[in-house]
């Protein structure tokens, strides 16, 4: 088992404000867990984890002059996962981390997907902050 598996959230971000949308292909995640992880390459990517494991979150822009970042990371409230290590700090703090991480609790039942919630902060304004609950982790 590798000790750390990243998640690369990487987000068209003009089409993204232009759709006011993070699907239609205006995001695409993958990871480096080393396992076969479900759907690489969409907005459903479900990474193959371990307790104990290091799961670390980034978020890349496609078009490098439009930035974009990582607002917040939070397991979907109907689940019993109900946060990630990163929500343990304030608002203000997370704004500006370049990666979130967190590692997975040894509760989580096997082969039972967790969804979560990735919020991404694009630019400023009203549309600005788009997020998503379709990706998940997954005990092996």
Request: hydrophobic residues 35%; glycine residues 8%; charged residues 15%.
């Amino acid at each position: 088992m590798k000790p750390q598996v990243n998640i690369v959230a990487v987000v068209d971000v003009i089409g993204a404000l232009s759709g006011s949308t993070l699907l239609d292909g205006n995001l695409c995640m993958m990871d480096d867990g080393g396992h076969d992880s479900a759907h690489q390459g969409t907005p459903n990517l479900c990474t193959i984890v371990k307790p104990g494991q290091v799961v670390s979150w980034s978020a890349l822009a496609l078009d490098l002059q439009t930035p974009v970042e990582i607002k917040s990371i939070s397991f979907v409230p109907d689940q019993s996962a109900e946060q990630s290590a990163s929500e343990h700090s304030t608002e203000d703090d997370k704004q500006h981390l370049d990666v979130w991480s967190g590692v997975v609790p040894n509760w989580l039942t096997p082969g039972v997907p967790y969804k979560y919630r990735l919020e991404f902060q694009m630019y400023e304004g009203g549309n600005s902050v788009m997020h998503i609950d379709t990706p998940a982790l997954m005990c092996q």
